[in-house]
């Protein structure tokens, strides 16, 4: 805002255009890499985060900032449902929910990283400097993933691909019959009730109410944010070896979407204002919630034919990201209602948003019908 003289509004619309262009681009993403395999488009999208994450660095005004924030979104739209087809071709199915916990965890670490240890970095050499690093570490990325998933299987099969035509479904089918699978609908209200109010809250409105309601500074208000963090870091590689001991995803899934309802419904009940250890202990697991959601993508995984994964995890991601982009506003207007931000009658009434958000969660793990497929151990 400084450097280039911009309003609030304006940094807004930087942030929303790659929330905008994430959202999108799910579903489309989901069904092309389906269809095309999920190699080429994770290279891909690595390579324009890294292209919009280094133009961002170098950016001399407000047209190339917004220019490079749509790069990286289109580019971080591929990364998470690519990641989950790779999983789900590479390794056995009871491997899977060991790894995409993991790959959770690696989410949430760097979420981590984003919060102090990049606030210390841009003091100490401004706000360029790490975009331009982490750029320039994305593109090096790139090429580590084409040689890994795109040259190195070239060179195994002595650079000779079948050219044999393959006839697609329409994308509307695909999506049709997307929308009418009862466990497509139940992963996305599981991402919908359990990340969404999560990723909402935490995004906007943490840190204003750590401030306002328990008068803590803006660094102290921050480790509440940070809480959160650490439970989702823990969340992701727990609960996927839980669901892998037990040899069921909907139980924990269950168990924990319950526990998430009943943790906003303190807030709520508490009139906005629980004791602060209190307050810190359901921040912490909100966000053990946050990462276990990766059960979300073992669920998929186990219900659906491996060429259909991409697609169902693009809708399932969607959920997600609707129900994020939508609490940060609703709560937004009852604190607007109550006239004041800092109001706690106002925190008080907008804990219902996220209470009655992460009921859909609870009901969608309901809806999830579980069972031995007999392809369990092999891998696709």
Same mark, same amino acid.
Request: aromatic share 12%.
């Given at each position: ?58 950016? +001399? ?9 749509? &790069? ?9 449902? /690519? ?15 060991? &790894? ?12 981590? #990283? ?15 400097? +790490? ?31 079948? /050219? ?24 996305? #209200? ?26 803590? /500074? ?5 480790? #509440? ?26 139980? +924990? ?63 399932? /991601? ?33 804990? #219902? ?28």
């Amino acid at each position: 805002m400084s450097e280039f003289h911009m309003t609030a509004s304006v940094i807004g619309l930087l942030t929303g255009a790659q929330f905008l262009a994430y959202a999108g681009l799910q579903i489309p993403i989901g069904i092309f890499s389906d269809r095309f395999g999920p190699n080429v488009f994770l290279v891909t999208g690595t390579l324009f985060s890294g292209i919009g994450t280094f133009l961002y660095s170098i950016s +001399p005004n407000e047209a190339c900032l917004l220019v490079s924030r749509v &790069l990286a979104g289109m580019g971080d739209a591929t990364i998470w449902i /690519n990641l989950v087809l790779i999983l789900s071709q590479w390794f056995y199915a009871k491997e899977f929910v060991g &790894l995409i916990g993991y790959a959770g965890m690696a989410g949430s670490v760097g979420s981590l #990283l984003a919060t102090v240890p990049l606030t210390a970095w841009i003091s100490a050499s401004g706000w360029r400097q +790490p975009f331009f690093v982490t750029g320039i570490l994305l593109l090096a990325s790139t090429v580590m993933l084409y040689v890994v998933l795109i040259r190195l299987p070239q060179k195994r099969e002595g650079g000779t691909h079948a /050219n044999t035509k393959v006839r697609h479904e329409k994308m509307l089918l695909v999506l049709k019959r997307i929308l009418k699978s009862r466990q497509a609908r139940a992963a996305f #209200l599981c991402h919908f009730g359990l990340v969404g109010t999560y990723v909402g809250f935490i995004g906007t409105w943490a840190v204003p109410y750590g401030m306002h309601i328990f008068g803590m /500074n803006r660094p102290e208000a921050s480790q #509440l944010v940070m809480t959160g963090l650490i439970g989702a870091i823990i969340g992701a590689p727990v609960t996927g070896w839980i669901a892998s001991r037990l040899g069921s995803r909907k139980k +924990p899934y269950l168990l924990i979407q319950t526990l998430i309802f009943l943790a906003w419904t303190v807030f709520f009940l508490s009139g906005g204002k629980p004791p602060l250890f209190f307050a810190v202990l359901l921040m912490f697991v909100i966000g053990y919630g946050n990462g276990a959601s990766a059960l979300t993508f073992a669920v998929v995984r186990h219900s659906f034919d491996v060429r259909e994964v991409g697609s169902v995890s693009g809708f399932a /991601n969607t959920g997600g990201f609707l129900s994020a982009v939508l609490l940060p506003s609703l709560f937004g207007k009852v604190l607007d209602h109550f006239h004041a931000e800092a109001s706690v009658v106002g925190y008080h009434y907008g804990f #219902l948003i996220p209470a009655f958000f992460s009921l859909f969660g609870v009901l969608g793990t309901v809806m999830i019908r579980e069972k031995i497929r007999a392809g369990e151990n092999q891998a696709a």
